[in-house]
């Protein structure tokens, strides 16, 4: 039996820096703040001369907005990827995490702790899984290519296996 080695290197981009939103009924699902935008923006302009093959993007508002800027610097489109929609897609509230980090929030804690204890937060089974296999899908089907996948938040590394404190914000 023969084996083969694939190349194909996926950079997980975290999102830029988003509004903050609380709302009562629906999904929160914020766009990018000003700073957010710039972030986005910066890193279109690092990564300029680099060959990208693709974009994936979660659906959700800020990583969409984060992987436009690189998409138009690369002439390049956004596939949307359902299935590395973060854990709080159905919240009907988004804080970003440095604003809890900064503040202590408990909410924090919680996640520093890896609990799940909102409402509207999918179960970690039920994140987990789809992000994991959309990760691996985009890798299979695009090897011997550099890639770029934007998500939300750090739950996704969580899924990795590494450690929490490689990306504790």
Excluded: C
């Excluded at 830029?16 to 699902?29: F, V």
């Excluded at 986005?40 to 060959?51: D, I, P, S, T, V």
């Excluded at 974009?55 to 002439?75: M, N, V």
Aim: hydrophobic share 35%; glycine share 8%; aromatic share 8%.
């Amino acid at each position: 039996m023969a084996a083969y080695l694939f190349h194909m290197e996926l950079l997980l981009i975290r999102h830029g820096l988003p509004i903050r939103r609380e709302i009562s009924n629906g999904r929160a699902d914020p766009e990018l703040s000003d700073d957010g935008h710039r972030q986005a923006e910066h890193l279109a302009k690092y990564l300029a001369a680099e060959q990208i093959h693709a974009i994936y993007a979660s659906p959700l508002l800020r990583a969409h907005q984060t992987a436009e800027h690189l998409a138009r610097s690369h002439g390049l489109d956004i596939v949307t990827d359902d299935g590395v929609a973060e854990y709080d897609r159905d919240s009907n509230e988004y804080v970003a995490v440095e604003e809890l980090k900064a503040s202590n929030d408990p909410r924090w804690q919680a996640m520093l702790a890896g609990e799940w204890g909102h409402p509207n937060l999918a179960e970690g089974t039920d994140f987990f899984y789809p992000n994991y296999t959309s990760i691996h899908r985009v890798t299979a089907a695009r090897s011997g290519e550099r890639n770029v996948l934007t998500l939300n938040e750090t739950y996704h590394l969580r899924g990795t296996g590494l450690p929490v404190g490689i990306y504790q914000g």
